[in-house]
């Protein structure tokens, strides 16, 4: 299959439209042999009427092969929608082709740059992919995207309920995620799907001194490519390739070289948010374990005040391990800041041993839960990392770089576009966070993510009760579980081939 994926084309006035890019787009689905076209929304520059006749003039009528349309933000202004569906058709819907199936879906929001898929849609979206999981490729398009994009600012406020739909694709083995957006293109793999944004295909609007481009997909039974073009010539191309129906059982893990116990929001206090059963069961269980380092990921007290860092100084010295901790928002708020420093020690920690290197950063801000890491800071961690000599190298923060279930896209980091990018390109191994506590992990590309569900508060997330993650690193594999804090029962959230066994 060979999918031709162009976006944002925001056909409208000369100001923020190129027809000249546009009339390339055509000329090359004409003769590149594509069984498909996708176009993943913003069509049009306004959602105005002579916009969409132009669309239709230009674009759509002049398409020799199928397409897949659907309706971005700047298509729904001024209500745009109502014109989407009397010249493109539904927004929303099902194409089954031979033995694929593309579920495409309008992740707009009226008069609003804001993405989100509601419970109808995502039902829809759920249904679909249970009836049709036995075709051979699963495609879906989304206009706003759910893995954070690099070089789009900031990475909040966009698709509210990321976390959902990441985790349907990933259950259902999505091969492929499309989506456009953010003007930029960029691909990941993420346990075996491929998420692909779009840069726009004739918008004037481009990021990062960029040319328009467009993506060339080929989808075969072993192989699925991505390749990104830029419409001012073709040199400038970007390849990537995966492999498909990856081999994910493993017979030897190796020698097992560091245990981490993973926790976060312990939210310590005499408050009856703090569950202090579930914090004492956790800690004899925590300790049994035998670990090599405790990450404690933020939300150590309930509030930043003396009478909670006092306590929280006393309990979490009964951990018989090593423990490092980087700050959440509440950490820091009120007197925090001077409080945690007195009590645990710098805001930024760090631990080696043998070939392991472990690094905080500090994501907290004053009186607010939203998380930043700033472009100074970023640099100064990468700089930091390139400098060290292990081969391990793991990186924990509070917020979010992957945007978590059954949360909204509040505890994302602001710069996780940036981040993410950066970390996955430095085959950073693994990265440990601790916001909207629920559990959940997953390898983009060759780095694992993983997110800590509360360790003893009652706000939690996770169906399985409180909990914490126990990381174990083995020679050939890493290996996250979640462990109940009340009952110490244990479930794997998932086992990934280590990023040093490719280079072998
Ligand atoms: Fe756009
Ligand atoms: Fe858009």
Known sequence: MKILHISDTHIGGARYFDKKALEHVVKESKKGSYDLLIHSGDVTQEGKKRHYENADKILFSRLEIPYVVIPGNHDKRSGGIALYKEHIGSPNGVLELEDSVIVHVDSGVQDSDMGRVGMIKFDMMRNALRKYHKKSIKVVVLHHHTIPVPMAGRERNVLSNAGDLLDLFLKFDVDLVLSGHRHYPNVYHIDGTVFVNAGTASGKK??????????????????????????????????????????????????????????????????NIFKRRHFFNAQDIINSLKGDLLIHCGGIVKDGIPKDYDLAQKYMKEFDLPVVYSPAGRDINYLGYDLYEDHFGDIDQDFTADDVYIKGISSAQYDTPEGIIGEVQRERLFYQLNQRDESFKCIFLHHNVLPIPHAREKGLLEDSGDFLREAVDEQVELILTGTSSHPFAAQVGKTVVVNANSLSSIYQRSLFGNSFNVIDVYEKVLVVSEISSLWGTRRTLGIWERNNQSEQ
């Not at 990021?207 to 080929?218: K, L």
């Not at 830029?230 to 560091?258: A, C, L, M, N, T």
Request: aromatic share 12%; glycine share 4%; no cysteine.
């Open 206 to 271: 481009t990021r990062y001194g960029d040319a328009n481009s467009y993506n060339v997909i080929h989808v075969d039974e072993k192989r699925l490519s991505v390749e990104t073009r830029r419409i001012s010539g073709e040199k400038d191309v970007d390849k990537k390739e995966y492999p498909r129906h990856e081999q994910r059982i493993f017979f030897d893990f190796g020698k097992r070289v560091f245990r981490i116990i993973h926790v976060s929001n312990t939210f310590i206090s005499t408050s």
